[in-house]
């Protein structure tokens, strides 16, 4: 069975400051990873997904992701941070047969001081 | 926005009662799939139907229950409600592609008192 998971609950960066946020997956081949957003009250948007390929792949609002398969990891980056991206941050992982369902991280709470 | 539409944003009911929640898919998607989003589950996958045919099942408690029709949209029925059943009830549709990105709807919240 495929799992994600998000170690830090609560992550609190500056703004304009650097931040990754840590994704760590467990499935069988190679999984196709996502990333996705909710701010509050909102549903929830996709920052960037992994298919096949290039290992480092880049997103809307300047994010971008690197999957090391030797470390079953698909961290989100972002070199400077905006107030506006404090949000929860969810990272996914979904198998490649059919009716494979998207299986969730617990999600990563972003917080931004001015 | 993602092109889903999910009715109503916000219900309020009591225990024992029976609600459904209404999904609509971004046009020319086959796939829905519902999630249940509560503070000591997190995101926890449901149903999934594809063209009509339920094609996957997750957590999904026996006093739920989903369909969805021939124009494509779906429906979550919910029944004998619990005050553990307060959630955020997500639905996400996804093209013909079998592992396509989904796109999510705004969620309706569910309370139960």
């Known amino acids: 069975a495929q799992s994600v998971t998000q170690p830090d609950i609560h992550i609190t960066v500056s703004e304009g400051a650097s931040l990754e946020l840590r994704c760590n997956y467990s499935?069988?081949?190679?999984?196709?990873l996502f990333w996705y957003v909710q701010s509050p009250g909102q549903g929830l948007q996709l920052l960037l997904k992994y298919f096949s390929g290039d290992t480092l792949v880049q997103g809307i609002k300047g994010f971008e992701a690197e999957f090391k398969r030797s470390q079953s990891s698909f961290n989100l980056r972002k070199p400077s941070v905006h107030w506006s991206d404090a949000a929860e941050y969810f990272c996914a992982v979904r198998g490649n047969n059919a009716g494979n369902m998207l299986t969730f991280g617990g999600g990563t709470r972003l917080m931004v001081k001015p | 926005d993602s092109g889903v539409t999910q009715t109503p944003k916000h219900l309020i009911t009591a225990t024992g009662q029976r609600v459904t929640l209404r999904c609509s898919p971004r046009?020319?998607?086959?796939?829905v799939y519902w999630y249940q989003q509560s503070l000591d589950q997190g995101l926890q996958f449901l149903i999934q139907y594809y063209n009509g045919e339920e094609r996957a099942k997750g957590n999904i408690l026996e006093r739920f229950s989903a369909q969805q029709f021939p124009d494509l949209h779906s429906e979550l029925n919910l029944s004998s409600l619990e005050l553990g059943d307060s959630a955020l009830y997500f639905c996400a549709s996804s093209g013909g592609q079998e592992v396509g990105e989904l796109f999510f709807g705004e969620g309706s919240r569910l309370t139960v008192l």
């Open positions: 046009s020319g998607d086959l796939s």
């Open positions: 499935y069988g081949a190679t999984p196709y």
